[in-house]
C-alpha cells in the first residue's frame, strides 16, 4: 500500500543560457511525466548531475532532455546517460509528476543565483 503523502520530487540542474526564473516558470509549467522504478541519471556535462525516477528509460530521458532545452545542454551529445531499476518495490512509486501548484497562479520552479543561499519563486501579479 502506497502511503498517503503526495509523491514529490525534485530536480536540480545549472542553466548554462541564464534564462529569468520567469522563463524557466513558463517552460516547466504545464509539463508532465509518469513516475516509476526507473532511475534515469546524466552526468558529465556542464550543468551537473540530473536524476529522474519515470516509468520507463524513455521517459526519464524525455524529462531530462526537457530540462537541456531550457539550460542550453543537448544530453545526447554530451555527459552520459545511466538507467537503472530501484531494486526495492519501497521506492519507484507510479504515478503523474508536474510541478506543484502553489495558489494565485504561482508555480513551484525555483531558481538561486549560486550554490547556497534561498531560492526565488515567481509570486504573480494578485492585480491580474
Do not use: C
Not at 70 to 89: C, K, M, R, T, Y
Request: proline letters at 6%; glycine letters at 12%.
Amino acid at each position: 500500500m502506497a502511503g498517503s503523502k503526495p509523491l514529490r520530487k525534485t530536480l536540480g540542474y545549472r542553466d548554462l543560457n541564464g534564462h529569468t526564473l520567469e522563463t524557466h516558470t513558463e517552460h516547466w509549467r504545464d509539463f508532465v511525466w509518469q513516475a516509476g522504478p526507473v532511475v534515469v541519471t546524466h552526468a558529465g556535462a556542464a550543468w551537473g548531475r540530473l536524476q529522474v525516477w519515470a516509468a520507463s528509460a524513455e521517459e526519464g530521458k524525455r524529462v531530462i532532455r526537457h530540462a537541456g532545452e531550457i539550460a542550453g545542454v543537448d544530453p545526447d551529445a554530451s555527459g552520459e546517460w545511466f538507467v537503472h531499476l530501484a531494486q526495492n518495490s519501497r521506492y519507484g512509486r507510479a504515478g503523474t509528476m508536474r510541478v506543484k501548484p502553489l495558489g494565485s497562479g504561482a508555480v513551484s520552479v525555483t531558481m538561486r543565483a549560486g550554490p547556497s543561499g534561498l531560492p526565488e519563486v515567481v509570486v504573480p501579479d494578485p492585480n491580474l
